[in-house]
Nanobody
Framework: EERLVESGGDQVQPGGSLRLSCAAS????????MSWIRQAPGKAFEWVST???????IYTDSAKGRFSISRDNDENIVYLQLNNLKIEDTGVYFC????????????RGQGTQVNVSS
């Protein structure tokens, strides 16, 4: 069974940092595009970042220069480093396998909550 389990969310002050983790099982992350998506309170899901099977990375504009996606192939874990967090980064962050569009099927975990507040 393929599964994703996120962790690392917490409450932080603006300007703070967090590292989110996504432990994958049932498949090899390096053979798939792995993404992070998020949902702010009362808002639609938003794609944040993707690391491709080849290791290339892309980010939504609001994440460029602040967030960094990476993976540990030996541990089968995907990370999202969040730096210089802003209040508008608050939301539930989900890890996703083979995400291309919210209108196409993809596997995601249960999410981890990030709260940015002073």
């Amino acid at each position: 069974e393929e599964r994703l389990v996120e962790s690392g969310g917490d409450q932080v002050q603006p300007g703070g940092s967090l590292r989110l983790s996504c432990a994958a099982s049932g498949f090899v992350i390096s053979e798939h595009g792995m993404s992070w998506i998020r949902q702010a309170p009362g808002k639609a899901f938003e794609w944040v970042s993707t690391i491709g099977a080849g290791g290339g990375t892309i980010y939504t504009d609001s994440a460029k220069g602040r967030f960094s996606i990476s993976r540990d192939n030996d541990e089968n874990i995907v990370y999202l480093q969040l730096n210089n967090l802003k209040i508008e980064d608050t939301g539930v962050y989900f890890c996703a396998k083979d995400f291309t569009s919210f209108y196409r099927p993809y596997l995601r975990g249960q999410g981890t909550q990030v709260n940015v507040s002073s």
